[in-house]
């Protein structure tokens, strides 16, 4: 029996993988974070499976779930909100089935920095302007950052940086970021993407605290933070440009 780790996208329940779909229908037991996966996706399960929401216990309750259902024979649906490489805590659950010596494997999803922007209508890497892009959090409550992944520190590249689990320290970000970015650089806050109650905010790194604060938005949010988010004026993309050399592809004889 396997365990099947799922990206459950960012919210919108069609944003899931048709992979992540046909293994939730497969899967007897689901486990799933019920403050943030969407309770449409638990339709695909199948009839009489047992649904159990992760949201209020700890790591070991959720992993004593797991094994039980393998020894049971079970295969298990462990759903994730967006994309389980990013901020999932998948990696402890996945050191103790190693551990157990219990199979699973991994479906990606859809991560929430790339719902924010689709939303957003913007490529995070536009030539010329910016082509990193910063995964990170902040410390407040949450596991402290290692050393060297403080955002004075990451922020001294100036590169596209998106923030997660951090709205709630939006002035202390602003604070951080505005000596390497200024305080002109674009700002984007998306709570909720691809929900329908999703809350879409521009500004700069002088004004989005505010902005933030007047919507009430606490929690289910990424900040965008980068001159990607209003570039207008760049070269375009070597990829589809006249002087690229391209090789001249000739037809087998099959083909004609």
């Given at each position: 029996?396997?365990?099947?780790?799922?990206?459950?996208?960012?919210?919108?329940?069609?944003?899931?993988?048709?992979?992540?779909?046909?293994?939730?229908?497969?899967?007897?037991?689901?486990?799933?974070?019920?403050?943030?996966?969407?309770?449409?996706?638990?339709?695909?399960?199948?009839?009489?499976?047992?649904?159990?929401?992760?949201?209020?216990?700890?790591?070991?309750?959720?992993?004593?779930?797991?094994?039980?259902?393998?020894?049971?024979?079970?295969?298990?649906?462990?759903?994730?909100?967006?994309?389980?490489?990013?901020?999932?805590?998948?990696?402890?659950?996945?050191?103790?089935?190693?551990?157990?010596?219990?199979?699973?494997?991994?479906?990606?999803?859809?991560?929430?920095?790339?719902?924010?922007?689709?939303?957003?209508?913007?490529?995070?890497?536009?030539?010329?302007?910016?082509?990193?892009?910063?995964?990170?959090?902040?410390?407040?409550?949450?596991?402290?950052?290692?050393?060297?992944?403080?955002?004075?520190?990451?922020?001294r590249s100036r590169a596209t940086m998106v923030l997660h689990l951090a709205v709630q320290?939006?002035?202390?970000?602003?604070?951080?970021?505005?000596?390497?970015?200024?305080?002109?650089?674009?700002?984007?806050?998306?709570?909720?993407?691809?929900?329908?109650?999703?809350?879409?905010?521009?500004?700069?790194?002088?004004?989005?605290?505010?902005?933030?604060?007047?919507?009430?938005?606490?929690?289910?949010?990424?900040?965008?933070?980068?001159?990607?988010?209003?570039?207008?004026?760049?070269?375009?993309?070597?990829?589809?440009?006249?002087?690229?050399?391209r090789p001249v592809l000739s037809r087998s004889s099959s083909d004609e």
């Amino acid at each position: 029996m396997t365990i099947r780790f799922i990206g459950a996208g960012p919210g919108a329940a069609d944003l899931i993988t048709v992979r992540g779909q046909r293994a939730i229908a497969a899967s007897p037991v689901c486990l799933y974070a019920g403050s943030l996966v969407p309770e449409e996706l638990l339709r695909d399960c199948p009839p009489g499976a047992r649904l159990v929401d992760t949201a209020n216990m700890t790591l070991e309750g959720i992993v004593a779930e797991m094994l039980a259902a393998h020894q049971a024979g079970h295969d298990v649906a462990r759903l994730h909100s967006g994309d389980p490489s990013v901020f999932s805590a998948m990696a402890e659950q996945m050191r103790r089935l190693d551990a157990a010596a219990v199979p699973y494997e991994v479906i990606p999803g859809v991560p929430a920095f790339a719902a924010a922007a689709a939303s957003l209508k913007r490529e995070l890497t536009v030539p010329g302007v910016g082509q990193t892009i910063t995964l990170t959090r902040t410390s407040a409550r949450a596991t402290p950052m290692p050393d060297g992944e403080d955002l004075d520190t990451l922020g001294r590249s100036r590169a596209t940086m998106v923030l997660h689990l951090a709205v709630q320290r939006v002035e202390a970000v602003v604070e951080e970021l505005v000596p390497n970015y200024g305080a002109d650089c674009p700002v984007a806050v998306v709570a909720r993407a691809s929900r329908d109650d999703e809350v879409v905010l521009r500004g700069t790194l002088a004004d989005i605290a505010g902005q933030v604060r007047a919507a009430g938005i606490l929690r289910t949010a990424v900040i965008v933070v980068g001159r990607v988010l209003t570039a207008s004026e760049f070269p375009d993309s070597h990829l589809y440009s006249d002087a690229r050399c391209r090789p001249v592809l000739s037809r087998s004889s099959s083909d004609e």
